[in-house]
């Protein structure tokens, strides 16, 4: 279950159980959409690029999957962002 913290608890573990959870209730999520939903909940780093450490390690934990990719709504023209599915 996802609580409210103040940023400066941000811990990647609690991140990466809420955005999971978030996955397997709500399907495939954009990056920046998912990283948006765990800010709503409580989740908030110093900087919103913390959370690429979170996908990374669910990733490698094998716990989410890349889905695809899409265009992105934030980053000036970077290439695309990934689209994450929960494994199992």
């Known amino acids: 279950m996802c609580m409210t913290i ?9 991140a990466a159980a809420c955005a999971l959870d978030y996955l397997r209730k709500h399907g495939p999520a954009s990056s ?3 990283t948006d ?3 709503d909940m409580g989740h908030v780093p110093h900087d ?4 690429g ?14 889905h ?5 709504r934030k980053g ?5 962002g990934n689209i994450w599915a929960a494994c199992g």
Do not use: M, N, P, W
């Not at 919103?48 to 959370?51: E, I, Q």
């Open 48 to 51: 919103d690029r913390a959370f």
């Open 68 to 72: 695809g990719i899409c265009q992105r």
């Open 32 to 34: 920046e959409a998912l």
């Open 6 to 14: 103040l940023k400066s608890d941000f811990s990647i573990e609690s």
């Open 53 to 66: 450490a979170v996908y990374q390690r669910l990733s490698r934990e094998g716990r989410i999957k890349r």
């Open 76 to 80: 000036h023209s970077t290439s695309g």
């Open 37 to 39: 939903a765990c800010k």
